[in-house]
C-alpha cells in the first residue's frame, strides 16, 4: 500500500475503535532491496501485528507471535488458552535461548542468501521459457507464482510435469470460484540447490513441449524426461 493509502487506514481504525491486522508472515524474505514498513509503527494502539516462524524455523512446531496493545495481548492469550492451549514448554524455552544468544537473526540471515541464491537459480532454470509463462511475485517470500500466457494450460503443465516427476500445483487450487488467473505456484526452499535446478529445468522443457503443442491441442503421450 502507497503511504496515503496507509495513513487512510490507520485513520480510518482511530475513527471507528477498529483494530487492523497486519499479517506480515513472510516479511524476512524480501531479497530486493529493504523490508517493507510495517503498519504497526503508525499506530501501535490500532494495528495489531503478527508473524510466524513457519517460514524461518518450521510450520511443525506450531508457532507465530504478535505484537499488540497490552489489553489485547491479554484477551488473545486467553483466547488461545481456550482454544488449542500454551506451545510446549520445551519448544518455548529452547526459542528463548535462540532469540536471546542471537542464533534466530543469524539463522535468518543465512537463509536469506541461501533461498536469495535458490530463486536466482530458478530464475535462470526458467529464463529459457519466459515468452510463454512470467515470473511473478519472486521479490519476497518462499514461492513464486508462474503466470502462463493465454493458450498455455496450467492444468496441462501440472499433469506433464507430474509425469515428468515434477510435483507442482495449479493456481487453481487457491480459488473458491472459476475466475482465476492461469498459472502455478511454486515454493522453493524446501529442497536443495541441485534438486531445485533439476526440477526447474524439467518444467521448463515440459512448458517448452506443451507450448510449442500450440493452444488447443491434446497433448501426446510422451516418454518421461
Ligand atoms: C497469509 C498467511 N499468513 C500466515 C501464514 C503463516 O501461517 P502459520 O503460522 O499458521 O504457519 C501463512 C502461511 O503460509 C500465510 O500464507
Known amino acids: ?33 529493504p523490508p517493507l514498513p510495517t503498519l504497526t509503527g503508525l499506530d501501535p494502539e490500532r494495528v495489531i501485528y503478527l508473524g510466524t516462524l513457519s517460514k524461518t524455523l518450521t510450520p511443525a512446531i506450531r508457532c507465530g507471535y504478535l505484537v499488540a496493545p497490552r489489553e489485547v495481548a491479554l484477551r488473545i492469550t486467553k483466547l488461545k488458552e481456550l482454544c488449542d492451549g500454551p506451545l510446549s514448554w520445551p519448544v518455548q524455552q529452547t526459542l528463548l535461548h535462540l532469540i536471546e544468544s542471537g542464533g534466530l537473526e543469524r539463522h535468518v540471515r543465512r537463509t536469506r542468501q541461501r533461498y536469495a541464491d535458490a530463486r536466482a537459480s530458478l530464475r535462470t532454470a526458467l529464463a529459457p521459457v519466459e515468452n510463454a509463462v512470467a515470473l511473478t511475485g519472486i521479490d519476497g517470500g518462499l514461492h513464486v507464482v508462474l503466470r502462463a500466457r493465454a493458450g498455455l494450460s496450467a492444468e496441462q503443465i501440472v499433469e506433464r510435469a507430474g509425469v515428468n516427476g515434477v510435483s507442482v500445483t495449479s493456481l487453481a487450487a487457491f480459488y473458491a470460484g472459476t475466475d482465476r488467473l492461469e498459472g502455478l505456484l511454486l515454493g522453493y526452499a524446501g529442497m536443495s540447490e541441485d534438486e531445485l535446478v533439476e526440477a526447474a529445468e524439467i518444467l521448463a522443457r515440459t512448458i517448452r513441449d506443451l507450448d510449442e503443442l500450440g493452444p488447443s491441442q491434446e497433448t501426446a503421450p510422451r516418454d518421461a524426461y
Open 1 to 33: 500500500m502507497s503511504v496515503g493509502r496507509r495513513l487512510d487506514l490507520v485513520a480510518w481504525a482511530r475513527r471507528e475503535g477498529a483494530f487492523v491486522l497486519e499479517d506480515d508472515y513472510d516479511s524476512e524474505y524480501r531479497f530486493d532491496g
